[in-house]
């Protein structure tokens, strides 16, 4: 039988391979770019999407955190622009204050800044909650916002700064840092607190009617039988600061819920010593955030796992 020679010549078979890999590696390549492009598509569209005053503030503060989500560096510096994004001007509303959304929004930049390794712009943060104002609620509120930042951030030097920023001379920024403080959950709080264990009986419920700010405080106290008592601080204001509240009904409530969920909405807050609840001023609930930052400052710790500060052992 005729010997047949091979199909085809190892010379020939070494160019179809060179071209089938070249094939795969210009393949490879256009769909590198392809998906390169797509993903700046969407990052462009994300940093639009966060500059952009019209979108709801929600979506604006997801994508900046899909943007920190990106692990990408070069973010940082598209980020860093969006401080100086044309912002809205102050529209007086009922419910809504487009300047403070934007300060909620800078709020979740400096954030994701961090994430993305920058902490050049924390020194923002204490800028921001000087400025906080009470229009937004909810989850638009901006020393809620403020709130979930810093304990996201985690970085201890931040509540020094809030400690600090209670002796301010502004009572809206001591006001601010006193509030944030207080949300924060921090071990041993010196402000704030479950309450329910003071009041004898402390299921006890109360109806009773008031007519100015004075009234309600007094009424309180009358009430609690000696377990509520107003601070120094609290009665210097009401001699030159109560005013009419207005028929306000109260029915069947408990004492602790009033001094637990009610007693902010007055501007006032509060603390236990003992078995009495003081009701005392921002200025002196700053004073108790300083005394208790000299306490525990140097031991304070940010627990990763948890989102959460803690104190550790001396």
């Known amino acids: 039988?005729?010997?047949?020679?091979?199909?085809?010549?190892?010379?020939?078979?070494?160019?179809?391979?060179?071209?089938?890999?070249?094939?795969?590696?210009?393949?490879?390549?256009?769909?590198?770019?392809?998906?390169?492009?797509?993903?700046?598509?969407?990052?462009?569209?994300?940093?639009?999407?966060?500059?952009?005053?019209?979108?709801?503030?929600?979506?604006?503060?997801?994508?900046?955190?899909?943007?920190?989500?990106?692990?990408?560096?070069?973010?940082?510096?598209?980020?860093?622009?969006?401080?100086?994004?044309?912002?809205?001007?102050?529209?007086?509303?009922?419910?809504?204050?487009?300047?403070?959304?934007?300060?909620?929004?800078?709020?979740h930049i400096v954030k994701a800044l961090y994430i993305l390794g920058d902490d050049s712009e924390l020194d923002r943060l204490v800028t921001l909650i000087r400025q906080a104002g009470y229009i937004l609620t909810g989850q638009d509120d901006e020393l809620n916002n403020a709130t979930s930042v810093i304990l996201s951030i985690g970085r201890v030097e931040l509540i020094r700064q809030l400690t600090m920023m209670t002796s301010d001379n502004e009572l809206r920024a001591v006001k601010n840092a006193v509030i944030i403080l207080n949300q924060l959950d921090l071990p041993h709080a010196p402000v704030g607190g479950e309450v329910t264990s003071v009041f004898q009986p402390p299921t006890q419920e109360f109806t009773f009617e008031i007519y100015t700010l004075k009234q309600e405080l007094e009424t309180l106290t009358e009430l609690s039988k000696g377990q509520i008592v107003m601070s120094g601080g609290t009665k210097s204001f009401l001699i030159s600061n109560d005013y009419d509240?207005?028929?306000?009904?109260?029915?069947?409530?408990?004492?602790?819920?009033?001094?637990?969920?009610?007693?902010?909405?007055?501007?006032?807050?509060?603390?236990?010593?003992?078995?009495?609840?003081?009701?005392?001023?921002?200025?002196?609930?700053?004073?108790?955030?300083?005394?208790?930052?000299?306490?525990?400052?140097?031991?304070?710790?940010?627990?990763?796992?948890?989102?959460?500060?803690i104190i550790t052992q001396p």
């Open 245 to 309: 509240r207005g028929a306000v009904k109260r029915e069947n409530i408990t004492l602790s819920e009033i001094i637990e969920q009610d007693l902010s909405i007055l501007d006032f807050d509060y603390y236990v010593t003992g078995k009495t609840v003081v009701i005392c001023t921002h200025n002196e609930a700053g004073q108790r955030w300083r005394d208790w930052w000299q306490k525990y400052g140097r031991r304070l710790a940010y627990y990763k796992e948890s989102s959460r500060f």
């Open 1 to 107: 039988m005729p010997k047949h020679g091979p199909l085809i010549s190892k010379e020939k078979l070494r160019c179809l391979i060179m071209t089938i890999m070249l094939m795969v590696f210009f393949s490879c390549n256009l769909y590198g770019k392809d998906k390169n492009m797509d993903n700046n598509k969407n990052t462009r569209h994300l940093l639009e999407t966060a500059a952009n005053s019209q979108e709801e503030l929600p979506s604006r503060i997801r994508v900046l955190d899909e943007l920190a989500a990106t692990s990408d560096p070069a973010v940082n510096v598209e980020l860093k622009k969006l401080f100086n994004r044309t912002k809205p001007e102050p529209v007086p509303m009922k419910n809504w204050d487009p300047v403070a959304a934007e300060r909620v929004v800078d709020l």
